[in-house]
């Protein structure tokens, strides 16, 4: 009894670093996104060029996102973060010292992977424990993750702000981001060797990793979205990171194109992580009065809204400002209850590959969103791109809330004695 005890404090020790850990993490990356469609224009990149680079964010992670997964359960989440950070990385050091597109295409594909493995890691570091704790856990932890994606942008823009040559700028934001890379990583190092890891019982990532290993994991993996509450939560977190996806590639420029000055351009970007933070306070008092479908259908339709009112509200600062704010709010509502909703449906030896599963969707939907967004913006500009694009986001969020509505609520899911949503 003891040992179990001491074994839940240590894992409750480290679920709280996936939550600090993943506020980290996301701001390193929020030091990072918002400036990469400026800094590739920078070196030469059209507006589809720039879709395509950030489609690469999603291909390798397509790839091996179940074979991540697999591996979390094998060698457990700690081992995994340590290989994702070298990724992280590599990724950076490619940013930094880009001379071409070249480069800034492997780090597209080197982030991807980075977020792949690390992402589920975190996620299934804070999944742990009993259902209100590790619903407290997931909360916490989307409320750091948009805690970072508030404060990396206007760490990067304050420091972009400081040169006159904005090239410099955002070349200085990118090695700011791997210099705190660098030190995330020992940080990472020394709390692994702590880590209590799992047996892998002979899992090899080798053979993980090889294709006849890549099929029999996405065969397992697949097999986890018979449930009707993992295919809902799948569901509405492709609408609304489809949204994200488009926003955080081409806002910045967007907004650049209309005559924003670089430091407003991270203040708004900011301003909407710092909305997707506070939705989480708000969280829990909707979590009583409404279900946890219906909070996630009305995020991902408010946010597909939101696609289409910006190119109106791109004109007056203050109006942009507020509709990045309720983008936001909607997309940070996403995390925490797609999450909840599709963790009760599987056991604790299967999290992994469930993370892995909604994270492959996620790439998916950034594999769709830059590509289809770059092809509009190049041919008919972004104010056309902005219109049609949210358009269909908003004619698919309203058919998908009208399907879900007429199927009825979600049929209870029993595991470990703990009934689904």
Known sequence: MQSETTHANRAGRFAQFGVFGGGVYFTIQGLANPFFALYATELGASTFLIGLMVTLKALLPIVIA????????????????????????????????????????????????????????????????????????????????????????????????????????????FSLALVVAIVFTLVLFWLSARYPHPDANGIRVRDTFSPAGIVASYKRGIGLAGSRPIQFGLTGTFLVMYIQAL??????????????????????????????????????????RYSLEAILLAAGTIAAVGVVLTPLAVSHPAAMLILATAIGGAVGVNLPVSIMIMVDAVGDGERGKLMGLRLLVNRFSQVLSPAMFGILGQLFGLTAAFYSGGALLVATALGFSAYTIRRGPLKPVEKSGEPAE
């Open 66 to 173: 179940m074979p991540s997964g697999q591996l979390i359960d094998s060698f457990g989440p700690m081992k995994m973060l340590k290989f994702g950070s070298w990724l992280l990385l590599a990724s950076l050091a490619c940013i930094v010292f880009a001379n071409g597109i070249v480069m800034l295409a492997i780090s597209q594909m080197l982030i991807g992977a980075s977020i792949i493995i690390m992402a589920s890691s975190f996620q299934v570091l804070v999944a742990q424990g009993d259902r209100t704790e590790r619903n407290e856990a997931i909360k916490r932890y989307s409320m750091w993750m948009s805690g970072g994606g508030m404060l990396g942008p206007i760490i990067g823009g304050v420091v972009a702000s400081l040169f006159p040559v904005s090239f410099d700028g955002y070349r200085a934001a």
């Open 247 to 288: 926003y955080m590639s081409f806002l910045p420029l967007y907004l650049a194109q209309a005559g924003f000055a670089t430091f407003l351009i991270s203040l708004t970007i900011s301003l909407k992580g710092f909305a997707g933070m506070m939705s989480r306070f708000a969280l829990g008092r909707l979590m009583k």
